[in-house]
């Protein structure tokens, strides 16, 4: 089955500074990559994903990268402010019919300092 | 809010006992996530219902059971329950059977087995 690799597990940034995690996946036939954001006392909530077809996708601050070949993405966050500051979890699976659930990697925990 | 609802949003109880946790999905989603999440192990993905069926099993115990009903909520049953079965348990939902939809999570409901 797929694993996906996270890292750092935890981060702390000062305010206006660049975040980026990063994470490696297994299965090569993997092409669905979503980016969730935990906040303390609340569901993963999706905030930016790529496919297979694309290496870069950005929205506003933040921006994703995929690697297919060496099988590795990246989160990238820019100017952060505090409400960043929350636990950041990658994903990974197959697409296409059939059921092709999520594997998470086990998260990063970002701190931005004001 | 994600529109997906879990109930109760805590839950104390004693090892040996059974529980049973509830979602209710997004209006018009079909699919139906659990995810187990502790300290140590993160996000893990225990089973998928679609439109009533099973789909897919993950790392589910023979202890736990789920089932989504008609009207397409669905419950979790967790029985004989173990000191190590504290975790957050989350539901997620999304509009079809494809891998690559995006899910949708609740606010999940905070299990501590006494």
């Known amino acids: 089955g797929e694993n996906v690799e996270q890292h750092p597990s935890t981060l702390s940034v000062q305010e206006g500074d660049s975040a980026v995690i990063k994470c490696t996946y297994s299965?090569?036939?993997?092409?669905?990559f979503p980016w969730y954001k935990q906040e303390l006392g609340k569901g993963p909530q999706l905030i930016i994903d790529?496919?297979?077809?694309?290496g870069e996708k950005k929205d506003q601050r933040i921006a994703v990268t995929l690697n297919k070949t060496a099988k590795h993405f990246s989160l990238h966050i820019t100017e952060t402010q505090p409400e960043d500051s929350a636990v950041y979890f990658c994903?990974?699976?197959?697409?296409?019919?059939?059921?092709?659930?999520?594997?998470f990697g086990k998260g990063t925990k970002l701190s931005v300092i004001p | 809010d994600s529109g997906v609802t879990q109930t109760p949003k805590h839950l104390i109880t004693a090892t040996g006992q059974r529980v049973t946790l509830r979602c209710s999905p997004r209006?018009?989603?079909?699919?139906v996530y659990w995810y187990q999440q502790s300290l140590d192990q993160g996000l893990q993905f225990l089973i998928h219902?679609?439109?009533?069926?099973?789909?897919a099993k993950g790392n589910i115990l023979e202890r736990f059971s789920a089932q989504q009903f008609p009207d397409l909520h669905s419950e979790l049953n967790l029985s004989s329950l173990e000191l190590g079965d504290s975790a957050l348990y989350f539901c997620a939902s999304s509009v079809g059977l494809a891998g690559g939809d995006e899910q949708f999570f609740g606010p999940g409901t905070r299990l501590t087995v006494l």
């Open positions: 209006s018009g989603d079909l699919s």
């Open positions: 219902y679609y439109n009533g069926e099973e789909r």
């Open positions: 790529i496919r297979s077809n694309v």
């Open positions: 299965d090569s036939a993997s092409n669905y």
């Open positions: 994903a990974a699976s197959r697409t296409g019919a059939g059921s092709y659930q999520l594997t």
